[in-house]
Nanobody, 122 residues
Framework: QVQLVESGGGLVQAGGSLRLSCAAS????????LAWFRQAPGKEREFVAA????????YYGEPVKGRIAISRDNAKKSMFLQMNSLKREDTAVYYC???????????????WGQGTQVTVST
């Protein structure tokens, strides 16, 4: 398994930017896909973005496509989510997750962080 800790959340105005980080640990980190999910109050957890172990393959969820970029640095055991042109509907708790292979399916992710709150004000 992989241990994950998110950081970088906070309060930002609509139209602004935020960069989330996910610090990973564990012997198999480098072989795992890493992803971001988010959960808004009263809503189900939804897929945001995923990146393969090599960093060569990325998936993005439709609500955020074109406004965000996912990246990872295996040497630093870290993953990042750069979010631009933030909207009020991006307000949610953002979770870092790990899976053996790249997928949008939440059920395939077996390691999760504790989450970091992102709040977008208008």
């Amino acid at each position: 398994q992989v241990q994950l800790v998110e950081s970088g959340g906070g309060l930002v105005q609509a139209g602004g930017s935020l960069r989330l980080s996910c610090a990973a640990s564990g012997p198999t980190f480098r072989t795992y896909t890493l992803a971001w999910f988010r959960q808004a109050p009263g809503k189900e957890r939804e897929f945001v973005a995923a990146i393969s172990w090599s960093g060569l393959i990325t998936y993005y969820g439709e609500p955020v496509k074109g406004r965000i970029a996912i990246s990872r640095d295996n040497a630093k055991k870290s993953m990042f989510l750069q979010m631009n042109s933030l909207k009020r509907e991006d307000t949610a708790v953002y979770y870092c997750a790990a899976a053996p292979s790249i997928t949008r399916m939440i059920s395939e992710y077996d390691s999760w962080g504790q989450g970091t709150q992102v709040t977008v004000s208008t």
